[in-house]
């Protein structure tokens, strides 16, 4: 594996991983599933391929929840794709898909100055918003790409 460009961790420090990459993609997200896991009008996230990302502490406080199921389980048993979290601060870490990692960028260790690849280039599910953004980002009814424009 290559040498760490990033690092992140939870909230209490249990949990702490690298990546190796810059993201491919960031985005924003506004589904009713983010809104209510995150507790927040949107989520931000940063895609990453799963071989980029190693963690270094914390792997066995890993929690997975399987949204579509409703279920809650470890690491030998997650079914995906599934909302990671710290099973002792409850920080969610990320989401992980069969072959994509999508990462909370305010996790990430910056040193004050967001990189350019973590800044989204869209909007995604903006339908479902529930504060307008006046910015001049791509806003997609659903996902980036096979979805309507919706401003």
């Known amino acids: 594996m290559n040498p760490p460009k990033y690092t992140a961790q939870c909230h209490c420090g249990a949990v702490r991983y690298e990546v190796t990459a810059d993201p491919v993609d960031a985005k ?17 996230a ?15 406080a890993l929690r997975f929840y399987h949204a579509p199921s409703r279920t809650m389980t470890g690491a030998a048993t997650k079914v995906l794709p599934s909302k ?9 870490i990320a989401d992980e898909g069969r072959r994509m990692w999508l990462a909370f960028p305010e996790l990430f260790d910056f040193q004050g ?12 599910f903006y339908d479902l ?3 307008d953004l006046d910015d001049d ?9 096979s979805s309507v424009l919706v401003g």
């Open 129 to 131: 918003r529930v504060v």
């Open 137 to 145: 980002l791509p806003k997609w009814s659903g996902h980036k790409g």
């Open 46 to 60: 940063a895609i990453f391929e799963k071989p980029d990302v190693k963690f270094v502490k914390g792997a066995e």
């Open 84 to 92: 990671v979290s710290c099973r002792y601060c409850n920080t969610p």
């Open 28 to 44: 924003y997200c506004h589904c009713r599933e983010c809104q209510a896991l995150h507790g927040a009008p949107f989520q931000w």
């Open 113 to 124: 100055r967001i990189p350019k690849a973590f800044r989204p280039s869209c909007h995604i």
